[in-house]
């Protein structure tokens, strides 16, 4: 690698002037043989020196002279990235300007249970069970439509009983968790108000290598912070963080609590949510990535209209080309995905797709490995047709792809957000689920159909009036629940201070149960 140098000449009165500004300097900094680090700021992740040594001082005081002077001597070359002869300063304000209105802070609480000093040898059970314990945590969260839909990651609010949503203008509103996405890490949060800022969203599939960024979020709890960077990389799988991953990586600064905040282009176009870091420190190193938003919009809508994510399904597992195995199958380059197996009457099959079969093309774009494959055919449209292109036996091969619906998850869906006052949803503190067939035997059910409690909060409402984990919700408000996303649906306008009347089958009986804030 080749180091290039920039020479700046001084000249000698320049000098003259930096030596004198040094000796003066050097006598005002007060003397303490001792470095020290503010304690006070160090759980906030920031640590201030202060007082600082002799040695310290000189140094401090060379550098900010070589700095006033160098600083004059490069006074006609530009700070601000310049593209086309344009300084980029003014467009990176009115970005931020912009944006900044649209991106929110999360607060989430959620109970935890510190793990009991149980003994078996101990009578009763002693100790077994620790008290429950609410543990805060912090994030962002992207305003997508103007009456209070917002997106954020799933692991920003995972279990939250507590949902805390701040405005850039300072205002607040408990949240409520629509649904969420695991599987790509979205989730999808609902407050009370109209006439809010959205987002503009982006084509994340035109993004390019080099392209400048913004990351826009509250990191450690500073909000409506904005970094800038570009766009380090494209399409980065196996980072770790979710089962389907395309991310962009950006060096654009992110830090803890800057999770579900907004990756934009220069004109304030979203292309990505960030989600994660990589750093041996816990603090930026300039390695971040972010959901496309591609991804995150499709996911998003899914998760509105649905409850769910529906995604297309391959019916055949994969794996990866390496270097020998592309030897063993004779391929011409080291990517795309090599079948293992077919499942019975799945869309691989029925595609005529068989073990030993290589995947390197979907409608003519190169498969890069099986992760690829995967995220390509979940994005598809269900019963839409595909054409794809094999290596079998060494020979060009292709095939017709029809996609089918991937088998439904159990995943869980929080209906409510807050348990500690009277002004909580009436459901608050509840976790439902659709019932399946897996999950029926699992619980024990004595229905196929409708929707199940599977977790409840001691000490809320619901289950002070009554309701217990394993009812299976027929009826709310006299409308019949078959599914969550029609669940969902009835509850969404329920107020505080509303009646939530549920039907509900509790080991073959039928039972009404009313819920409703005094």
Not at 5 to 30: D, E
Not at 154 to 173: K, S, T
Not at 280 to 303: C, D, E, H, K, Y
Not at 388 to 403: F, T
Request: charged content about 20%.
């Amino acid at each position: 690698m080749r180091l290039l140098r920039t020479h700046v000449r001084l000249a000698p009165s320049s000098w003259f002037v930096s030596f004198i500004w040094l000796i003066w300097f050097i006598r005002l900094i007060p003397f303490n043989q001792k470095n020290q680090i503010d304690q006070t700021n160090e759980k906030n992740g920031l640590f201030m020196l202060h007082r600082p040594s002799f040695i310290s001082r000189i140094v401090i005081a060379f550098c900010l002279g070589v700095s006033i002077v160098g600083g004059s001597a490069l006074a006609g070359n530009h700070a601000i990235p310049v593209v086309g002869g344009t300084e980029l300063q003014p467009q990176i304000k009115a970005t931020a300007t912009k944006v900044i209105p649209a991106v929110v802070s999360i607060a989430s609480t959620v109970m935890v249970r510190d793990q009991g000093f149980s003994d078996e040898a101990l009578p009763f059970g002693l100790f077994k069970d620790a008290p429950a314990r609410r543990q805060y945590g912090q994030g962002s969260g992207v305003i997508v439509s103007s009456d209070g839909y917002i997106m954020t990651n799933n692991h920003v609010i995972a279990d939250a009983v507590d949902v805390d949503v701040i405005l850039a203008d300072r205002r607040q509103y408990k949240g409520r968790v629509v649904a969420t996405d695991p599987k790509t890490d979205v989730a999808v949060v609902k407050i009370h108000a109209n006439n809010l800022p959205v987002v503009t969203w982006g084509d994340s599939s035109s993004l390019a290598v080099g392209e400048f960024v913004l990351a826009i979020g509250n990191p450690l709890g500073l909000s409506r912070s904005v970094t800038f960077g570009i766009v380090s990389a494209v399409g980065r799988a196996d980072v770790g963080v979710a089962d389907f991953e395309d991310f962009i990586q950006t060096d654009a600064p992110i830090n803890p609590g800057s999770s579900g905040g907004a990756l934009v282009t220069l004109n304030g176009e979203l292309v990505g949510i960030n989600t994660a870091i990589a750093s041996p420190t816990g603090g930026s190193v300039g390695v971040g990535f972010a959901i496309p938003s591609n991804m995150a919009r499709a996911a998003m809508q899914s998760l509105i209209k649905t409850g769910r994510v529906v995604r297309g399904f391959l019916g055949a597992s994969t794996q990866d080309v390496t270097p020998l195995l592309g030897k063993i199958f004779r391929l011409p380059d080291v990517k795309g995905a090599i079948v293992t197996d077919v499942q019975v009457k799945g869309s691989a099959e029925r595609a005529g797709l068989k073990r030993g079969d290589v995947v390197v093309r979907f409608d003519g774009r190169d498969v890069m490995d099986s992760g690829h494959l995967r995220n390509l055919v979940a994005a598809a449209t269900i019963g839409s047709k595909h054409k794809l292109d094999l290596m079998r036996e060494s020979k060009p091969y292709q095939a017709e792809l029809i996609v089918q619906e991937a088998p439904r998850e159990r995943t869980k869906k929080s209906q409510a957000s807050s348990t500690s006052t009277a002004t909580a949803h009436p459901l608050a503190g509840v976790v439902f689920d659709d019932v399946t067939a897996p999950l029926a035997r699992q619980m024990d059910l004595s229905v196929s159909t409708g929707v199940v409690v599977t977790d409840i909060e001691e000490g809320s409402l619901a289950e002070s009036s009554g309701l217990q984990p394993g009812d299976v919700v027929i009826e709310l408000n006299r409308q019949p629940t078959p599914n969550f996303a029609v669940f969902q649906r009835l509850a969404d306008p329920i107020r505080p201070t509303d009646l939530a009347l549920l039907l509900i089958n509790r080991q073959g009986n039928a039972l009404y149960i009313p819920i409703q804030n005094e």
